[in-house]
């Protein structure tokens, strides 16, 4: 067992507890980055001036009416910006534009005394546009041939000639849409300048580091005279990984030319109008099985809904082929993958960056062809699983294939799969107007950036005299629980109480050029570098230790705050213990440093071994459709997810049950919508408020939500043997669609393959319950009663072989 990941007896991490500041949030007493407004003097309030068209030159701006508002004290435009007038890493994203790029682009900004003046002066500029052609739709920019950014590809074998070879082809075409993020806080940043000039910008970013990067150069400044801190998020799910850093310039900006405080805090209109989202995808493809279900090949294209910029739309893009596969051994692949420039929000992170979009393709694939090639869903899939030793088709070998075997084993002994389907088809045939269905599906899931360079983090760790000890470390914290991990993570490896343990705000001039917090990697990296602070420290007591019991420093002991010796009964309490090594002049203090090893990848060719492991995962959905409506709910929930070791139990669990919830509302509810019409309001994001934008809620919930971690599943190679949680979990919600999917096909006769519209709505339901009704010949709604003479144990001689010709075209060389 590596040192990394060697776990002590009766350590603090592995206890169940709960979240570090759930008192605070459920109390209110939690601060976020707009609540210290109130506690800063003579702060200015920033609101924007926004494009009404999707795609415009911006002719001229007149700023004199907004100054003539009472309460107005400044406008910021491009002519303002010191530095360099772009908030983009890719530098394609202009912070102040003279070519409008989407419905809401900002122009400029306007600083007022308080919020309501700054709205009616950004209301009183004028701007003059030359409106210019848009493109909306994805379909549109693939028409257009509109494309940005690299177009990568990954394959391995021939695919032409395993399509040809194989006994049973099909074909189709998927699109789906993206995610709102919609984080309980919007964006806001707080910056202001002292009196040496130094910039200091209260962020809710996931990325302080490149935060600080972009305010700088912005400012024409060094990263030294900018300090970001991010004291805590309401939430992020990769929505404040790359775009908070436009916001806190704009911010930083009006600061070093008013010398006051500026505040900027979208509200949520502002917020869904101006910031992106999760890409959403069209896919075409070609998949090749043998005669017992097996793949054989498949070829696909995959075109991502970029936006306006590329902002991560590369790495996502990236991820998303390397994920294509989820659970499955593929022998003969080609993937290819491309970025749509369209007029609208630059799509940006969202929690699995685009891991969820590739495997999205490979299950809605098996969902439609398993009715078509005779095999039930849940046993095509599990037929495909990879074996250990094989390798994805970028060249990852695979070896936990039976940790995902064991998980898929335990959820159908758990959930009591096989007896609940008898019971289904029995409740199928003898309730004509109401379905249900019950689904499995794996997630295999890689940790670690794509980018190796990323796989790195610091932290800062204080012993003071009287034995407290505080933490800084790289990560930030949006609710998920990478605090309390990281105490436990100090208090196990220094060998104190937990509440010895306090942790700092997370601040560039504590811990510099950190990572974000993303890719799941938050525990990892950071736990990782905690605890090479906290060795170095405990290190040095040993040695102070050793003096005062009388044993070399190797059999030195630190538990639970006291410190003992092999072979000797002297007991020395921990803060007598960091009391005499201070007047041993012994340092108490250090920084730590982690660099995930064994990582090598070629984002030229897409080979190597991006993922320090993958995190693994399988989930049973039941679901239960009427056939009127299309309206739906969810009855049962079962999930064993691998997180490792645990290092934190209850907020692992947590994490589950809230990614799962997420994906389900991507899969099911949320539906963005965008003005595709040519009239006036072409390119306006439609569903722009909670009340058009439908998330999940109580009523969404399973009745029953079982969820277990999957145990023996120790890490090694990762700290305390633990495993990423963050992202993994949401993909187990492909269950939820591909049980709406059966419980649609349900109302057609055996063998009925269904194509369902993502997100599968109750729209998209009814009218997959409607194809399913239809190809048992009862077009317009009629059904008969449990079409009699037809059980559906029996199999029915009307069974269609294929879906429509538009769907998927079918070819089966077995049959001639």
Known sequence: MSHLSERPDQSVVGQSMPHEAADLHVTGAALYTDDLVGRTKDCLHAYPVQSPHAHARVVDIDTSPALAVPGVVRVLTGADVPGVNDAGVKHDEPLFPDEVQFVGHA??????????????????????????????????????????????????????????????????????????????????????????????VQCSTQHPSETQEIVAHVLGRSSSEVTVQCLRMGGGFGGKEMQPHGFAAIASLGSILTGRPVRLRLTRNLDMTMSGKRHGFHSQWRIGFDDSGHIQALEATLTSDGGWSLDLSEPVLARALCHIDNAYWIPDIKVNGRVAKSNKTSQTAFRGFGGPQGMLVIEDILGRCAPLLGIDAAELRRRNFYANGQTT????????????????????????????????????????????????????????????????????????KDGSVLINHGGTEMGQGLHTKMLQVAATTLGVPLSTVRL???????????????????????????????????????????AKIGVPPADIRIHDGLVTGLGSDVQVPWAELVHAAYFARVQLSAAGFYRTEGLHWDSRVMQGSPFKYFAHGVAATEVEVDGYTGAYRTRRVDIVHDVGDSLSPLVDIGQVEGGYVQGAGWLTLEDLRWDESDGPGRGRFLTQAASTYKLPSFSEMPETFNVALLEQAHEEGAVYGSKAVGEPPLMLAFSVREALRQAAAAFGPSGTSVDLGCPSTPEQVFWAVEEARAAHGQADGHVDEGFPGHHPDEPDPDAPTRMPESEVAVRSLAGG
């Open 504 to 546: 700092a705000p997370t601040r560039t001039d504590k811990v510099p050029n950190t990572s974000a917090t993303a890719a799941s990697s938050g525990a990892d990296l950071n736990g990782g570098a905690v605890k090479n602070a906290c060795e170095q420290i405990r290190e040095r007591l040993s040695i102070t230790a050793s």
């Open 393 to 464: 088709p970028y060249g990852q070998p695979i070896t936990q294939a039976d940790r995902l075997a064991r998980a898929w084993d335990q959820v159908l002994e758990s959930a009591d799969v096989t007896q609940r389907w008898a019971e289904i088809d029995e409740f199928n045939w003898s309730h004509p107007h109401t379905k249900r269905g019950l689904a499995l599906t794996p997630v295999k899931f890689g940790i670690s950036f794509n980018l190796t360079a990323f796989n790195q983090a610091g932290a800062l760790v204080h012993v003071y």
């Open 107 to 200: 122009v400029c900004w306007v600083l007022g005394e308080t919020l309501e003046a700054a709205r009616r002066g950004a209301a009183a500029v004028v701007v003059d546009y030359e409106t210019l052609p848009s493109i909306i739709s994805v379909r549109e920019a693939i028409a257009a041939e509109s494309f940005q950014g690299a177009q990568p590809t990954v394959e391995r074998g021939n695919v032409e000639s395993g399509l040809e070879q194989a006994a049973h082809v099909f074909s189709g075409e998927f699109e789906f849409a993206g995610q709102e993020h919609f984080y309980l806080e919007t964006h806001c940043s707080l910056a202001l300048v002292d009196e040496n000039g130094q910039v200091f």
